[in-house]
């Protein structure tokens, strides 16, 4: 069994910049890692995921904007979140577990979340 903690969030004007870091209570590297996010009303979202094998993976809307990495050494794993837009603001939370590509997506792949870390994009 692992912990998650989320921090580095907080309020960013459009157009900037956070970094968030999820840090492991626990070895990292068994697991696979995803940052999901949730918007008032609406449903958790996958946002970027990376694997054991160090793949990573992003949903369309942050393409180019976000980068996921992990640090065994540290045991975090960082989303560095470039060119805010309002509609990346939301709870964001990392979930750790076992996943294939076909199911990364889904919340419920995952065994494990932190607490979450608020991003708000504001002007």
């Known amino acids: 069994q692992i912990q998650l903690v989320e921090s580095g969030g907080g309020l960013v004007q459009p157009g900037g910049s956070l970094k968030l870091s999820c840090t492991v209570a626990?070895?990292?590297?068994?697991?696979?890692i995803a940052w999901f996010r949730q918007a008032p009303g609406a449903e958790r979202e996958f946002v970027a995921a990376v694997r054991r094998n160090n793949n990573k993976y992003y949903t369309d809307a942050v393409k180019g904007r976000f980068t996921i990495s992990r640090d065994i050494a540290k045991n975090t794993v960082d989303l560095q979140m470039n060119s805010l837009k309002f509609e990346d603001t939301g709870l964001y939370y990392c979930a750790a577990g076992s996943i294939i590509v076909s199911t990364m997506r889904r919340s419920s792949t995952y065994y494990y979340w932190g607490q979450g870390t608020q991003v708000t994009v504001s002007s």
């Open positions: 626990g070895r990292l590297s068994d697991y696979d």
